[in-house]
């Protein structure tokens, strides 16, 4: 079956902890349109197929109408953060049994009498050491012998897990005895699901590329067990569109992969946010975006490029490394439930901890006694406590102004509303200086980007943060609450493969590099091969993560073709000089370049839906003024309803824009238009 | 002065935000040196320190890293400041670096850069970036020898210098430095990474100072220094009044086989502390010497860890103290003793005050940490690959809590180094790791046990190769308290054609052959309460993962599983 779509409907979904977000195109109509349903988390394929069908009455498709479901999920993130896992066992090189126990052995509280470690979650009496040695060049010094395999079944018969991991030294640059561990498994064992890091993660150092399958073993029972049930579930419907799951790297791949590989998408969660505003760098026509999601705990901010979602190629869950590519995004624990406190010597501190969804802000009457920064936005009149998700729930802007005074004001010695107010410009700074240190790192300028504002609580701070950050554009999307989803409605098919191999850039190792390229590209072609995807939606690139010899840290540099000779290597090479000044404002022109990795990304292009603009409305006009704190004083601002907001009218600040789930809060020296495709741009004059 | 900082009024919640500003600024710096450092000192072990400082030379600002460069930098600057090169001699333009322990440095490894920042043509403040550096010549490949004894023979001391001057890179100086040192390529890179992460950290703060005003921002450094001092006091309030006294020993100096005596007196009155460390031994003739610079940043870091509240970390915190050490002193040493190994003392020094402070604040203070950095250096003559330099700094176990067990292995009190992937020097070098794993048994015993050490093993794979090690606790073992008991002490052997041999723990420049296996093990922590209170479950744990063998369950717990 080639992946061509022919059934007309197209669902992405995002199953978060409240709501299942459905975003629904229909070629018949051209139609792109949004559903949610309360998240079922026993089982959150119940939530999804209540979704889909309900959906389906609602906007007239049926299950055959729908080709592609495209799901995000956070099943494998959560697994992993409330320890609901398997057992499983650890195979190393004899002698490296603890290496996934000691870890790199820093701390990051450095004043702390007890740091904390990163946890290990296949303990001591679980991993085996085998007898096995391969060399730094990839050559073996100690084979693997059939006694050793016997003796290691054996070991792992008395263990009885239902899932094995195996990380050897020196895979990543040979990995027949990891082939040969696995191999022997699947025949003599064949129930055990087996991880090899050489076909995970083919980097080097030891200790990423075992955290990275260890992540990878323990998940494959949870996720293979999720699809199993969701499958199951489909089929009694008589549903069998084309299962794809969103991955960290921001595509999304087969659930078959996803059963072998589901550490692929750990960190997944605000993939589809940021595949939306890679989406809306081309509708809007901005290259430089950095997007920020701001819901009730966490402020996440990523950048697009040049029109492309920033990937990194190594991340963490609860401290310990991931070491695959994924969409890069720097999260802060600060959102609308996050806590103030006045620490001893008046220090005003808000977050990390948050009051959660409940009892959550004291506002919400149901028990909260901290104040949070949501108190502090209804204290000084930017939320109205009446009309709190769509008036679906009323806040209590009483039990507000009590916390603030009673958690902030009183103890450093302040009036109600500056307190409030100090209390936002400290949340404020500190999402700007999560924003600068995102751009900083990558050696650009915030004055060059757009903000994309997104989530439950962006849009009041939006504008203040753009202030901060230089920043004189933001963008407030169309259905920012279901954001996510539709990002991952437009996802395509990605493949990251990698292959590790420090060698010197020059024109003597080509014949070392070639072909590892060439491999790494049958290989790319064969993914393709097997999720069917016709060859003009074929897309390979290649890349290479390259440093000055020495240096710890790689940068990674896209080649111009699929090709490396003695006339690309020089190009390739110039590429990395540039990058690395604009990065870190110095290059070494004259220095040794390294190789260290290369990488390939097979794309598999699914046909995107091609939406049309919403309906605009030509005159409309603002619903009222209300009382807002701005600045030291209250002042008479006017609120407008985003639905009357129509193309052709300027709002200037200060004004408030509210929606069903989310408000924008324009301050003075801002104006905000609509766009022919219904985003709410701001500018600063 | 002709700004008035007097006059400028901050609001706290202001002041908490110049705060972030500023540890968001030296955070800016560190993720500089991260990813443009050439060294595996460097990139790998994370041995290098950002801060800021106000115009006076304190440090006001910190990135989370070493402990005990960030608070020795402030005491370098403000010596530089007095005594080499007056404030009115540095522009915008110029960057001073040395790594000399007799102007207010630690050890010559420790290349440290400052640059001023200035607004409107005042000086507003200063940023600075310390590297531990691979190599800065001297007798011992690494720098890192343990036989020296004159600081001559440690390397090159470079005095207080401008490296770049008005903008310019001063030329001669970085040629005779490079000329002195074995990696000089690395030396060069890793100096660089430094110049830039100044340079990224001036713009960040003159970025705040245009947004604030010179004479706002100074106002802000005042009362962050003032803060940070009232937030000590009030720390030092909560302690019961009295003095305090503890010991414990440093092995030897590798030179005589004599201990080295650390002694701490500790007095508390009301809001300030008296440290006297005049009970510990002369300065020694190898290089276990810390001068007042290392001492002092010890003492601020032993402090800052025990306080019972979070302390926003600067240099207002050392106030309060005050730290007697008369000149000459292990602790204080004087030119031209040698030098390289102060974290032995620091190390040492930073358990000896938890010990006092046990006495005085016992629910809050752990046992002995493995409390040395374990330094193995080795260098390899390959005929292909030519010369490489490997410093590498392992660890121990933590003490355990009143609370809670010690962690294993893992960086702790005057250091914090991540270590090597091990593959990523056998890539480099002809080294192969025979393995890398926690020890059973050298947890101290307790009713909460001491975190476990760890083995490492290194063979040579070439025809030449030279060991240098400064290493320590192989006799005075980390100390339990309240009834723990001690950990089990560190170990060093080589392995020669299948004998094992044990070395002494200052080893230097040994010849090594090929096929010689060298093999480390570190101590773990001190224990905490009596052994007979764990509980059994925890002790049957301990068996099953294998932290504890039976019969060292059976000996120090008094019960088999």
Known sequence: ?685 | MNVNVADAEISPIELEIIYNALTAAAAEMDVTIWRTSRSTIVRELLDYSTAIFDRDGWNVAQAARIPSHLNSMSYFLTEILARHIPPDRWGPDDVVISNDPYCGGQHLPDIVAYKAVFRNGRRIGFVGALCHHLDVGGSSPGSYGSSATEIFQEGLRIPPVKIVERGKLNEPIRDIILQNVRQPDILWGDLQSQLASLHIGAASIERLAMKLGEARFEAATHQLLDRSEAAMRAVIGRIPDGTYEFEDHVDDDGILDTPIRIHARLTVEGDELTVDLSGCSPQVMGPSNATLSSTCSTVFYALIASADVPIAANAGCYRPVRIVAPPGLCVSAAVPAPVVHRIAIGHRLATVLFGALHQAVPERMPAAYYAVSYVVTLQTIDPELGRRVLVEIEVGGIGALPVSDGASALSFGMHNNANIPMEMIESDMPVTFMGYGLLSDTGGPGQWRGGLGLWREWRIDCPMAQLSTNLDRFKFRPFGLSGGEPAAPSALYLIRDGEKQALRSKVTNMMLRNGDIIRLETSGGGGFGEARLRERELVERDVRLGYVSAAAARDSYGRSS
């Open chain 1, 1 to 685: 079956m080639a992946l061509i779509e022919v059934a007309p409907v197209r669902i992405g979904v995002d199953i978060g902890g409240t709501f299942t977000d459905l975003q629904i195109y229909d070629a018949r109509t051209g139609a792109i349109v949004g559903y949610k349903t309360p998240t079922t988390p026993q089982d959150p394929s119940i939530g999804l197929m209540t979704g889909i069908k309900e959906a389906a009455a609602r906007y007239n498709f049926t299950l055959p109408d729908v080709g592609f479901l495209l799901h995000g999920t956070t099943i494998a993130t959560n697994a992993i953060l409330e320890r609901k896992l398997p057992k499983a066992v650890l195979v190393t090189t004899a002698g490296f049994e603890d290496v996934l126990e000691i870890g790199r052995h820093v701390r990051r509280e450095v004043y702390a009498l007890s740091p904390q470690q990163p946890p290990t979650l296949i303990p001591r009496d679980c991993r085996i050491g085998v007898a096995e040695r391969i060399r730094a060049d990839g050559s073996v010094e100690v084979p693997l012998t059939p006694a050793a395999l016997e003796n290691l079944a054996a070991a792992i018969d008395r263990i009885d897990p239902v899932s094995v991991a195996v990380c050897l030294m020196n895979s990543y640059l040979n990995p027949q005895h990891e082939q040969d561990i696995a191999g022997y498994l699947a025949k003599t064992r064949p129930a055990l699901k087996v991880s090899c890091a050489s076909a995970l993660s083919a980097e080097i150092r030891e200790y990423e590329r075992t955290s990275t399958t260890v992540l990878n073993a323990v998940l494959i029972p949870v996720i293979a067990g999720y699809l199993d049930k969701l499958t199951h579930r489909m089929e009694t419907e008589g549903f069998r569109p084309r299962l794809l799951l969103v991955q960290s790297n921001g595509g999304v791949c087969a659930a078959r992969t996803a059963a072998l590989e589901p550490v692929r998408l750990l960190l997944s969660g605000p993939s589809g946010g940021s595949a939306a505003c890679a989406l809306l760098s081309k509708i809007l026509g901005e290259d430089n975006l950095i997007g920020v999601d701001m819901g009730g705990t966490s402020f996440d901010v990523s950048v697009v490029r040049n029109g492309r979602v920033n990937v990194v190629m190594q991340g963490e869950v609860d401290r310990m490394p991931v070491r695959i590519p994924m969409v890069e995004i720097r999260a802060i624990g600060a959102g609308g439930g996050s806590l103030a406190k006045v620490q001893r010597g008046k220090r005003l501190t808000v977050g990390p901890e948050s009051a959660g969804s409940y009892p959550g802000p004291a506002c919400y009457g149901r028990g909260g006694v901290g104040a949070t920064v949501t108190d502090a936005n209804v204290t000084l009149g930017r939320i109205d406590g009446e009309k709190f998700l769509g008036g679906g729930m009323r806040l209590d802007s009483q039990a507000a102004r009590g916390v603030i005074d009673a958690e902030v004001a009183k103890p450093l010695s302040l009036a109600t509303e500056p307190a409030a107010e100090g209390l936002l410009a400290v949340v404020n700074a500190n999402l700007g200086a999560a924003i600068r240190l995102s751009l900083f790192e990558k050696g650009v300028d915030p004055r060059e980007f757009t903000m994309i504002a997104f989530g439950g609580a962006a849009g009041l701070h939006a504008v203040a943060v753009a202030d901060e950050t230089g920043i004189g554009r933001v963008v407030f999307p169309e259905n920012a609450s279901t954001l996510s989803a539709y990002g991952i409605l437009h996802s395509d098919l990605i493949h990251d493969l990698v292959r590790s191999r420090v060698l010197d850039a020059t024109p003597e190792k080509l014949g070392a590099i070639t072909p590892l390229l060439e491999c790494l590209v049958a290989d790319a072609r064969t993914r393709l091969d097997a999720d069917a995807i016709p060859e003009n939606d074929r897309h390979i690139e290649l890349s290479a993560d390259m440093h000055y010899k020495g240096q710890a840290f790689e940068l990674t540099v896209p080649l111009r073709s699929l090709q490396l000779d003695e006339a690309a290597l020089p190009v390739l090479i110039g590429d990395f000089h540039d990058l690395h000044r604009q990065y870190f404002s110095y290059s070494n022109p004259g220095s040794a370049v390294e190789i260290v990795s290369l990488r390939a990304s097979a794309i598999g292009r699914l046909p995107k839906p091609a939406a049309k603009g919403a309906a605009a409305r030509d005159s409309g006009q603002p619903i009222g003024k209300r009382k807002i704190w701005l600045s030291g004083g209250w002042r008479d601002v006017v609120v407008w309803n985003r639905d009357d907001v129509f193309p052709g009218v300027t709002i200037e600040g200060p004004a408030v824009i509210e929606e069903a789930y989310t408000s924008v809060l324009l301050v003075e020296g801002w104006s905000c238009r609509r766009d022919k495709s219904g985003h709410l741009v701001a500018r600063r004059h």
